[in-house]
């Protein structure tokens, strides 16, 4: 059993930067890849990125490549997500969850994720 907490957003201007932490309880969070996730209103919940367990295997939704920057510190529990020059339409809930899948396509399917955090808001204004 795994469970996650994120945090660390907030109202942002354009341009501006946050970075998401996303900590999880359990023995076996090095066993998981880590994913985060984002919904907005209206819309259905969309892959932002992955990194896989060591790390070797790191996967961006296309739009925030360059933009955004996933890590994780296995000593720690907790994933991270730097994102950088923030958009209005990165305005969203972000999620994030943790999948056995370590390489592939899979990684970004919602469906492969076995736990979710509750998600935390991210606004940026324009």
């Known amino acids: 059993q795994v469970q996650l907490v994120e945090s660390g957003g907030g109202l942002v201007q354009a341009g501006g930067s946050l970075r998401l932490s996303c900590t999880a309880s359990?023995?076996?969070?090095?066993?998981?890849?880590m994913g985060w996730f984002r919904q907005a209103p209206g819309k259905e919940r969309e892959f932002v990125a992955v990194?896989?367990?060591?790390?070797?295997?790191?996967y961006y939704l296309d739009p925030v490549k360059g933009r955004f920057t996933i890590s994780r510190d296995n000593a720690k529990n907790t994933v991270y997500l730097q994102m950088n020059s923030l958009r209005s339409e990165d305005t969203a809930v972000y999620y994030c969850?943790?999948?056995?899948?370590?390489?592939?396509?899979?990684?970004?399917?919602?469906?492969?994720?076995?736990?979710w955090g509750q998600g935390t808001q991210v606004t940026v204004s324009s």
């Open positions: 969850a943790a999948t056995p899948i370590q390489a592939g396509f899979g990684m970004a399917a919602a469906l492969g994720y076995d736990y």
């Open positions: 990194i896989s367990w060591s790390g070797s295997n790191i």
């Open positions: 359990g023995r076996t969070f090095s066993s998981y890849a």
